[in-house]
């Protein structure tokens, strides 16, 4: 029983050490190195140039200072973007930092690498004055999943001092611990915010006057004033009191005076909202009027149902 009993605490410590140190232990690095001119190309460039009618091709071509003696030589002469594409078999799946050993030369152009078709790193000019290898080129950042993808190199140009358009690959190189981080970052909220009063505001204009009265000559006389409406209110209105009769002193016309507002309601807030008052006044043919000034004072008020 008691031996029992060991077994299972010795085999506890051990499960719980073994989970520890697999949530504590960094992702394994990969890393693979591909040598282009191994892999068989999938396509050749099959243009033809205008005038010398020479057709590009894919080599293996020797050369002491790349790794294996060798490197792919793209054998292209004409510039018309030309492409050599090749398999490109991922062992793992990672994100890797991609690098690139290229030849370079004399006769080298400019050449843009891709995989699966997507740009990785700028172009690179392949011109030298003395032929040899470039040192190894940084392509940047690239997830790939485990299988078979395309590996591709475009001459898109030459340098003006270049004799051809020839690109050479020697070395690709997928290192996982090459890979650009994310850079840290923390992150916090806050809220920001302000609150807004409850406000009815009316400013009404200048005092509207009328043109002067003609007795005897029936007609009706208009005059206007402006107003200005601020309402933080779910809804507002604008209303006037009873418009009523114009008095001079003891004289009152005949016929009552009219307001109109425009407009004279709003459905939610406004700001600065211009409002037109007009004030009609009919005179009549027989209507005594009496010299002086004829007034009345008028009250207009905001109000709302939804504060």
Known sequence: ???????????????????????????????????????????????????????SRIVRQSGGTFSSQAYALFDNHNGDGSRATFPLEVDEADTYGISAVFARGPGYGIVQVAIDGRPVGAPFD???????????????????????????????????????????????????EAAAQPTPTAVATTEVGGTVPPTLSLTLGA??????????????????????????????????????????????????LRVRVEPASWSGPVSNARVTLTF??????????????????????LSTTRP
Not at 31 to 48: F, G, I
């Open 126 to 176: 392949g011109y030298a004055a003395a032929a040899g290898q470039a040192p190894a080129v940084a392509l940047g950042t690239v997830a790939l999943a485990e299988g078979k993808h395309m590996l591709s190199m475009t001459v898109t140009g030459r340098n003006a001092a270049a004799t051809d358009w020839l690109a050479g690959l020697d070395l690709l190189v997928l290192d996982s």
């Open 207 to 256: 005092p509207a006057r009328f043109e002067n009265f003609q007795p005897g000559v029936e007609r009706e006389y208009t005059a206007s004033t402006t107003a200005n409406v601020i309402s933080s209110a779910g809804d507002a209105a604008l209303t006037t009191s009873e418009p009523g009769h114009l008095q001079n002193g003891s004289f009152t016309l005949p016929q009552s």
């Open 1 to 55: 029983m008691k031996l029992a009993l060991l077994l299972a605490a010795v085999i506890a410590v051990v499960l719980a050490f073994g989970t520890a140190r697999a949530v504590e232990d960094p992702p394994e690095p990969h890393l693979q190195l591909v040598e282009v001119e191994q892999m068989t190309p999938y396509l050749e460039s099959s243009l033809l140039a205008a005038t010398s009618q020479t057709q």
């Open 280 to 301: 009609m006044q009919k005179i009549g043919e027989t209507d005594a009027l009496r010299t002086g000034a004829y007034t009345k004072t008028l009250t207009f008020t």
